[in-house]
């Protein structure tokens, strides 16, 4: 079956770099979209950034746009997603996540078919 494996997390001082790892395995994922979420305390889950894995095609939430890069490996089946310029605010519990590629994007967490167990970031004043 699939899993996803996530890595990379930690403490971080704001203006600060983190690169998350999300170890992808029990399928080939050339017709998959990979994709990461973040969830804080007490906020729903929200879309960070996603990659369509055949073109590498991507896709980023607002609010990362310019300090976030999704991309990934092909030959180690992994996706990272690189973040710099860190704030506060991006502080969470970040999820790696799995879909299959239907046609359409579609980048809302249910269209998703499997996830990670996550990993903390968290960025301090």
């Known amino acids: 079956q699939v899993q996803l494996v996530e890595s990379g997390g930690g403490l971080v001082q704001a203006g600060g770099s983190l690169r998350l790892s999300c170890a992808a395995s029990?399928?080939?994922?050339?017709?998959?979209?990979m994709g990461w979420f973040r969830q804080a305390p007490g906020k729903e889950r929200e879309f960070v950034a996603a990659?369509?894995?055949?073109?590498?095609?991507?896709y980023y939430a607002d609010s990362v746009k310019g300090r976030f890069t999704i991309s990934r490996d092909n030959a180690k089946n992994t996706v990272y997603l690189q973040m710099n310029s860190l704030k506060p605010e991006d502080t969470a519990v970040y999820h790696c996540?799995?879909?299959?590629?239907?046609?359409?994007?579609?980048?809302?967490?249910?269209?998703?078919?499997?996830w990670g167990q996550g990993t903390q970031v968290t960025v301090s004043s």
């Open positions: 990659i369509r894995w055949s073109d590498t095609m991507t």
């Open positions: 029990g399928r080939t994922f050339s017709n998959y979209v």
């Open positions: 996540a799995a879909q299959i590629w239907i046609g359409v994007w579609r980048l809302e967490s249910g269209a998703y078919d499997y």
